[in-house]
């Protein structure tokens, strides 16, 4: 008999209220650091699926240490690992709020339905 998916959901939320809503604010990071990638690739015509992320200074692709949204950022002290030109911060800025909004609507969500 198969476990079913909402009973696993609302277990997960009464034993560890803040699994959710962090779960969110990952995924909203991640939403983020698309949005930043979009904001500066589609005013200069590059598709957003190819070529890899990379850096807009000396073309380096990036690894995926460099990709961890908010933390890459903060680890690499908003520079690029290879060249060491400045990342803007409104790229942290932007991946920061919308961590914060995913995580108030998921603990939002997350309150409405449990009561």
Known sequence: MPFPVAEAVTAIARHWPWFWPVAGGVLGAVFGSF???ARWRVPRGISL???PSMCPSCKTKLGIPDLVPI????AL???CRHCGVGIGSSSLWIEIACALAAAGATALLQAR???
């Open 35 to 37: 949005l930043n990638c």
């Open 71 to 74: 933390f890459s950022y903060l």
């Open 113 to 115: 339905l449990l009561g």
């Open 49 to 51: 699926r190819s070529p």
């Open 77 to 79: 002290r908003g520079r």
